[in-house]
């Protein structure tokens, strides 16, 4: 499919219109990070390897790049730099997708934000891990494994990368508990492995802003899981723990049709979660924004707006709060969504959880995202 210049003529085209539609902010000149950038804000979105000129959310796909070089000020690899992509072995690391990705941003002056240090999970975590043998000093070995990847990867980049999430999803949603992996378990327990992640990183990273990044959202069935990251976050503080920023990943699910007066029930726990991370001195990054058109019906005009006003009514609460100054989307296009392959919708109709749409024309998310960013009190 040729996607590269049936999908640019059209997406030009759809943006005027997108724009134009809501009226709630002037067409973007070039894109959404002028936006961000005039608020002293950036606006970012994941991005991937894929060969050259694959049908992928890469920056080897001219389609996709186009995107990523017109809306965003800041980039985060989607999958290349976890520990599943980079740790074929215990003993090697394959960098090699990964320095592309660097190298691509680098050519394009687009900083790149690392994704992740520790995905504190077993099912996340490489095949190897879970069966390694830890020897006779498990401590010790594990401390250095850990330790050897976290220094390896953040001396790797430098300061061209100056945001990591350090650990990923370390809080299980179901009772707040902290998850185990064989890593942990040989090197003492979650805590003492999740404060030597931050630790090591400060270390080999001095530059750079720190994040716990989770999945904890503002609707129904996630108080349990609010509550386990902000005893997370409670602890790192008691501790001494060099944790800078809170990741709040939101990939958000609407829960209906008039998007508005479902915000204003889940405004307030949200709000109250929010307070209290920022009351501890965290810093907020949105890391992962997309939003799943659940509880929608099928037709497609319906559910993006109700999909573009449950984006204006999430940014326009979290840009509220002054210590927000990076926002990322997981994706610039429906085309390539790790959506479509989650909780598929009850009619199976294709997902549309990103501001352009499968053939790269912008949705009215997009046009809300402007508008928020337009609507955004400039940070100092
Ligand atoms: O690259 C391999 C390929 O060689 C192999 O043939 C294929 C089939 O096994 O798998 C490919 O790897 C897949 C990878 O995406 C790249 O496409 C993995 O199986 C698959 O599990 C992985 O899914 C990613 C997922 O994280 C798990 O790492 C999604 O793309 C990615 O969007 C998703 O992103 C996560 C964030 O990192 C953390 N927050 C939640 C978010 C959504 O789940």
Known sequence: MDITRRGGLSMLAGLAVAMGARGTA???PTGLQSLAGAKGLRLGSSFGWAAKGADRGSFANPAYAELLTRDCGLLVPENEMKW???RPTPTSFAFAKFDAMMAWADANSLPVRGHNLLWHQPK?????????DFGATPVRAAEQLLVEHITTVCQRYGTRIRSYDVVNEAVNPKDASLYQTALSRALGGPEPTLDLAFH????AAPHAQLVYNDYMSWEPGNATHRAGVLKLLEGFKARGV???AIGVQSHLVTQGVDARATITGLEGEWRRFLDAVTAMGYGLVVTELDVRDNNLPTDIAVRDRAVADFTR?????MLAYPKLHDVLLWGMTDRYSWIEGFEPRKDKARRRPCPY????KPKP????????LAAAAPRS
């Open 242 to 244: 060099p944790v800078d």
């Open 357 to 360: 749409d499968a053939g790269f």
């Open 313 to 317: 009514g999430y940014l326009d609460v």
């Open 124 to 132: 996340w975590m490489p095949r190897w891990e879970e069966t390694h």
């Open 365 to 372: 998310m997009y046009a809300a995202i402007a508008g928020a």
């Open 26 to 28: 002037a067409a973007a």
């Open 84 to 86: 599943q992509a980079l």
């Open 200 to 203: 090591t990183a400060r270390r």
